[in-house]
């Protein structure tokens, strides 16, 4: 009878210990939802954060293509743990602050990172791509006429009355904070002659295909990569900055502390990771943010492709675990 027990017991206790290794297993596993929004940079951002965590050891469950709306409520659900948000967004659509023209990419980073931290999401380390409206020209018309930033072109539209094109999208041209926001901040005037406006993406067509000698874009747009295009300094910080930032539920911060310095490895191979953000830093960022856009618009390459390929060129992964 002793020896039936035994023949009996042992494969239930091994059966046991296996199914306890196995709760172990799943209890212990490090599992993360990670969310983007729906258009390049968010794809490649998003891919980015989720590949560098599971290079460390996180399940990572993507979450792409969503709205700024959809993505806020997913974070404050908890159904989403981590994005990357633009700190623009942040301040004036989900916390519904207003912006002060002046307030350049460090303070406005402060600013929300204290505000969002009584909402129980930290903010961490900044990248500066300040994704943001901007003016662009074909580098000819700027060496032309010695232009560098907004001031000089402001002080070239009133040397000209306006009187030279100039193609915005259709809501910059009307929203109080658009186009006579500005003109009233750096002091000019578009000759109402000269203005054409259109839906998102024309005047970037209008640009390249030489009909206007200044244009609207945002700061990370592929096509400045593309072609070259002189973008305008904003240099008295009238637009707000857009810097892209990793956020994430402090829940989620308090169980998993090591994913501060993940994302901190991350963000730290961007221009000027970790640091104060200065002119050159935004530009040099902004630059680089456009090639890895292009490389997806423009080059038509995946986003989990590009994200990798970067990943791997600053030395954070080395295995393929893209999937």
Wanted: with cysteine.
């Amino acid at each position: 009878m002793r020896k039936l027990n035994i023949n009996i017991v042992a494969p239930v206790l091994i059966i046991a210990v296996m199914i306890m290794a196995h709760i172990h297993g799943h209890a212990a596993e490090k599992r993360v939802t990670v969310g983007n929004k729906n258009f390049t940079e968010q794809y490649v951002v998003g891919q980015l954060m989720k590949q560098i965590l599971e290079a460390r050891g996180f399940r990572v469950d993507l979450r792409p293509d969503l709205t700024s709306m959809a993505l806020r409520a997913g974070m404050e659900s908890g159904d989403i743990d981590i994005c990357a948000e633009y700190t623009g967004t942040a301040w004036m659509v989900h916390l519904k602050r207003e912006y002060k023209p002046g307030t350049d990419n460090n303070r406005l980073y402060a600013i929300v990172r204290n505000a969002d931290n009584t909402n129980n999401f930290i903010w961490l380390d900044p990248i500066w791509n300040n994704n943001t409206y901007g003016l662009a020209s074909w580098p000819e018309f700027a060496n032309k006429h010695n232009l560098t930033n907004l001031s000089d072109l402001a002080a070239l539209y009133g040397k000209k009355k306006g009187k030279f094109n100039t193609f915005v999208n259709f809501e910059f041209s009307t929203r109080p904070d658009g186009l006579p926001a500005m003109e009233r901040f750096y002091n000019f005037k578009v000759a109402r002659t000269s203005l054409k406006t259109g839906t998102p993406g024309a005047s970037l067509i209008a640009l390249k295909e030489h009909m206007t000698q200044v244009a609207m874009v945002f700061g990370t747009d592929a096509s400045i990569a593309k072609y070259g295009w002189h973008v305008y300094s904003d240099d008295k910080s009238f637009f707000p900055p857009y810097d892209l930032t990793p956020c994430i539920r402090k829940e989620v911060l308090d169980r998993y502390p090591e994913i501060a310095n993940i994302l901190k490895c991350l963000v730290a191979t961007f221009p000027g990771g970790g640091k104060h953000a200065t002119p050159e830093i935004v530009t040099r960022c902004q630059k680089t943010w456009r090639e890895l856009n292009a490389e997806v618009d423009i080059d038509k390459k995946e986003p989990a492709e590009v994200a990798y390929e970067y990943l791997r060129r600053h030395g954070l992964i080395k295995d393929i675990i893209i999937r």
